[in-house]
C-alpha cells in the first residue's frame, strides 16, 4: 500500500477548512482514482430504512449495496466524492470512516475534503443512524449494519486513492423524459407563480454527467447527479436493493466493461441523489389501493378504508425499476459518447465545510408589511403530524393526513407523555402543528440532529453544494442560484454548473421553500428546523462560497456530538445456527429442471446458515457457473446481478434452522451450455465459532432461444 503524502507544516495548521489554491492545472490535467467497494448490510431480518415499516425486514438479496469514490487532485489540493448505496450519511459514519483513513493516509482526507453522500434508497438495513428517531424502526442501533457501511465506504476510497492517475474530467448534461414526478404538487404550486415560470416543469430534469478519463482517453469512470427518490421498489420489499439508481450503475459499469460482475470492474459509474425531496419516480401518479380513483391531491387520502400510492411505470415495483434505471441509463450513455458537447473542466481543486448549530443560526427574510428585512432563527428540531401520514410512495400509520395544520387532543397527549413543546417553539415553527418535539428529547440520547455539516466544493467551474438532508425542487433551484449568484457577485465568473448534492455528512431530514413550508405536506411538516430553514442554508452556502473566492478563512464550528456509548439496541444477536435434521449446510433440497431456456426462473433450495454470520464483503451468497472448454467452472452471476435473487428462510425458530432459495431469470443473451447453482454461506456453531460451508447443484442445460416456462421463481420478477 502507497503511504500517504506529506503534507507541509502550514498546511496541517490550516484547520479553517478551505483548501485553496492558486496555480491551474495545465489543460485540466488533474490526478483522479475511482474506486468501488461492496456495503451490504446484514441480509436477514434487519428492519429497512426508509419507509419507517416494522414489517419490512431484510429476507435476502436481489442487489447488493455498493460504495463508489471518485478521488481528485489538482497537485496541490484534494477532494473525495463518495456515492454510497445507503439511504443516507449520519455523522457517525461520516467520522468513522474519516477516522479509517486518517490511519491510513494521515491528513490527506479530513471533514474539509471528504464528501460522503447517500443514493437514498429505502430498501437497505437501517440501523446505523446513532439519532433515536430514525433507527426507532429498525428496534435501535445495530453495530453489524454501521460496520458493514463503514468498511465498504473506506473500501471504495482506499482502492480510488491506489488508482490515481493523471486524468482529464468533463461535465455534460441532458435531459431525462418519464424518471420522474413531483409527489407534492400542490406544495410545489404555492411557490410564487413568477418563480414557477421560469422552469418548464415541476422537477428537476436535468442529469448531469463527469466523465473521467485517463490522459490516453481511456474512460475510468462517470458521476452522474439525477434527482429521483429510490423508491421504485416499495415498502412491501424485503430484499436489499440499490433500486433505481444503483441498477443504472451496473447496467451503465456493465455496458462499459461487458462480462464483468458487479463491483469487480475496474470502470466505476455512480448515480448520485440530487435535490430529490418532493420527487418520486412513481409515474403513474398516486391512485386508491383498491378503488383505483384518484386521491384527494391535498391530503393524499382515500374517501374508503384504502391507501393513496403512486405506482411506477411498470407491471410491479421490479419491473418499475428498470424501467426508471434504463431510461437514466441510456441519457448517460448518451451525454457519455457525446464529445461535442461536453465541456472539460479546468481550474482548481477547492473546498470549504463547516458544521453549523441550526437552531441557534440567524437569516434574514424581507417582511412585506414593513418592507425591511428582520432577522430570524432556526428552530430546535420537530417533526409536524404531516410526517406521520408518510408520502405517496410509502403512506404512513393510522389516520394522518398530509396537509395537516391543526392538532389532536389525543396525539397531543401522547406528544406531551414524551416531550410537550413550549410556547416558542411552536411559534418558531410557525405553520407547523407539531407532532414531535424531538429538538427536547434528550433520552437517551438525542432523537435528531441540531448540529449539521455544511460543505461546497469548487472543481473548475463546476460548484457541488453537499447538503444534509432532502431539498425539494424549488429548494435545490434556489440552492443552486444562491451559490452560482455568490460566485458572480464576488467577481470570479459564472460557474459553468452547480450541483445539488443530497443527503451528505450528516441527515437531518427534509429542507422545502417557505411556502412549502406553509402547505405542510410531509415534506414541509418534516423539515424540522422550521419555516426559515432554506433561508439560512442559502445564506450559509453563500458565505461558504465567498470563502472560496476570497480565500477567507472559515471557522470550523461546533463537533456534533456523537452518543456511541448510549445507544439502544432491541435487535436479537443470532445465537446459533443448526441444518435440517440428517442434513448438512450446504445441501441442495431442490434442484434446477434439468433444461432452461431464455426467461425462464430456474430455482434451487439449500440448508443455510444466517446471512447475519458474514455479509461476504466482495463475496457472494450464490453463483451461477458455466462450464467451460478448458474443463472449469467459471462464475457468470454473483448476488449482486439484476437477474439473481439470494432468499433466506428461517424455518424453525427454536431450532435456529433455515434454507436458502436461489433463484435465477435467465437472461436473453444467455449462452447455451451446462450450469449450475453455487450456494455459500457460514454457520455460527452453538458452543462458539463461525465457519464457511458451499454447495452446488446438479448441471442443467441453458439453451438458447424464445423464453420458456419451465422452473420455479418469484411473481414479481
Not at 167 to 189: K, L
Not at 297 to 326: K, L, Q, W, Y
Amino acid at each position: 500500500m502507497r503511504a500517504g503524502r506529506d503534507w507541509p507544516l502550514s498546511a496541517l495548521l490550516v484547520t479553517s477548512c478551505a483548501l485553496l489554491v492558486t496555480s491551474q492545472p495545465a489543460g485540466g490535467d488533474y490526478l483522479v482514482g475511482v474506486g468501488i467497494g461492496d456495503m451490504t448490510g446484514p441480509a436477514a431480518e434487519i428492519g429497512m430504512m426508509g419507509y419507517a415499516n416494522l414489517k419490512q425486514k431484510t429476507a435476502g438479496i436481489h442487489l447488493r449495496q455498493f460504495s463508489r469514490a471518485y478521488v481528485i487532485d489538482d497537485g496541490d489540493s484534494r477532494m473525495a466524492f463518495v456515492s454510497a448505496d445507503v439511504g443516507m450519511i449520519p455523522h457517525g459514519i461520516r467520522k468513522q470512516v474519516l477516522a479509517n483513513l486518517q490511519k491510513l493516509y494521515g491528513e490527506t482526507y479530513t471533514k474539509h475534503n471528504l464528501l460522503l453522500s447517500g443514493t437514498h434508497t429505502h430498501s437497505a438495513p437501517g440501523g446505523f443512524m446513532m439519532d433515536l428517531l430514525y433507527d426507532i424502526s429498525i428496534l435501535g442501533f445495530l453495530q453489524e449494519t454501521f460496520d458493514a457501511y463503514v468498511d465498504g465506504i473506506t473500501m471504495s476510497v482506499r482502492r480510488a486513492h491506489e488508482n490515481t492517475r493523471r486524468g482529464r474530467i468533463f461535465i455534460n448534461m441532458g435531459e431525462v423524459e418519464g424518471a420522474n414526478i413531483n409527489r407534492s404538487p400542490t406544495a410545489y404550486e404555492n411557490n410564487p407563480e413568477t418563480e414557477r415560470r421560469k422552469y418548464a416543469s415541476n422537477v428537476d430534469k436535468t442529469l448531469v454527467q463527469l466523465r473521467f478519463d485517463s490522459l490516453e482517453g481511456q474512460p475510468l469512470g462517470a458521476l452522474h447527479w439525477f434527482a429521483v427518490h429510490p423508491t421504485s421498489m416499495n415498502n412491501t420489499n424485503v430484499f436489499i436493493s440499490s433500486d433505481n439508481v444503483g441498477l443504472a450503475s451496473l447496467l451503465f459499469e456493465q455496458r462499459v466493461e461487458p462480462g464483468s460482475l458487479p463491483g469487480k470492474g475496474s470502470f466505476v459509474a455512480g448515480f448520485a441523489s440530487s435535490n430529490l425531496g418532493d420527487v418520486s419516480p412513481n409515474t403513474r401518479g398516486p391512485r386508491c389501493e383498491k378503488s383505483g380513483l384518484e386521491c384527494d391531491v391535498s391530503s393524499s387520502t382515500c374517501s374508503r378504508n384504502e391507501h393513496c400510492f403512486s405506482s411506477g411505470p411498470g407491471e410491479d415495483m421490479v419491473s418499475s425499476t428498470r424501467i426508471i434505471a434504463e431510461k437514466l441509463l441510456d441519457k448517460a450513455l448518451e451525454l457519455f459518447n457525446d464529445r461535442k458537447g461536453s465541456h472539460e473542466i479546468k481550474g482548481p481543486v477547492r473546498v470549504v465545510h463547516q458544521y453549523v448549530d441550526m437552531p441557534q443560526a440567524v437569516a434574514s427574510v424581507y417582511d412585506p408589511q414593513t418592507r425591511t428585512f428582520k432577522k430570524v432563527n432556526g428552530c430546535l428540531p420537530a417533526m409536524g403530524y404531516s410526517f406521520a401520514a408518510g408520502t405517496t410512495d410509502g403512506p404512513g400509520a393510522f389516520t394522518f393526513k398530509q396537509g395537516t395544520k391543526t392538532t389532536n387532543p389525543f396525539w397531543n397527549v401522547v406528544r406531551n407523555f414524551l416531550a410537550a413543546p413550549r410556547l416558542e417553539d411552536e411559534e418558531c415553527q410557525g405553520s407547523k402543528p407539531i407532532l414531535l418535539e424531538t429538538g427536547r428529547l434528550k433520552f437517551p440520547y438525542s432523537w435528531q440532529p441540531s448540529i449539521v455539516s455544511t460543505q461546497l466544493a469548487v472543481l473548475g467551474d463546476v460548484a457541488i453544494a453537499c447538503v444534509p438532508g432532502e431539498f425539494t425542487t424549488m429548494a435545490g433551484r434556489r440552492l443552486r442560484d444562491a451559490v452560482s449568484e455568490a460566485f458572480t457577485q464576488n467577481g470570479r465568473g459564472k460557474l459553468h454548473h452547480v450541483v445539488v448534492a443530497g443527503l451528505c455528512n450528516t441527515y437531518s431530514s427534509y429542507i422545502t421553500t417557505k411556502e412549502e413550508y406553509d402547505v405542510q405536506r410531509y415534506e414541509g411538516a418534516s423539515t424540522i428546523f422550521g419555516p426559515h430553514t432554506l433561508q439560512i442554508y442559502l445564506e450559509q452556502y453563500a458565505r461558504l462560497a465567498e470563502a472560496i473566492n476570497t480565500g477567507s478563512p472559515v471557522e470550523p464550528g461546533p463537533d456534533p456530538p456523537v452518543f456511541s456509548k448510549r445507544l439502544l439496541s432491541f435487535i436479537t444477536p443470532v445465537i446459533f445456527d443448526n441444518p435440517k435434521f440428517r442434513y448438512d449446510y450446504g445441501d441442495v433440497l431442490l434442484h434446477p429442471p434439468r433444461q432452461a431456456t431464455p426467461g425462464d426462473k430456474v430455482t434451487a433450495r439449500f440448508v443455510s446458515g444466517h446471512p447475519r454470520n458474514n455479509p461476504r464483503h466482495g463475496d457472494t451468497f450464490l453463483t451461477i457457473e458455466k462450464w467451460t472448454s478448458n474443463g472449469s467452472w467459471a462464475v457468470v452471476a454473483t448476488d449482486a446481478n439484476w437477474e439473481t435473487r439470494f432468499e433466506w428462510v428461517r424455518t424453525h425458530k427454536t431450532l435456529g434452522t433455515s434454507e436458502a432459495l436461489i433463484t435465477w431469470k435467465i437472461p436473453p443473451d444467455v449462452v447455451p451450455g451446462d450450469y449450475r447453482i453455487g450456494h455459500f454461506g457460514d454457520y455460527k456453531y452453538i458452543f462458539g465459532g463461525v465457519y464457511p460451508y458451499s454447495g452446488f447443484t446438479g448441471t442443467f442445460k441453458a439453451s438458447s432461444g424464445p423464453a420458456g416456462t419451465s422452473g420455479s421463481g418469484f411473481n414479481s420478477q
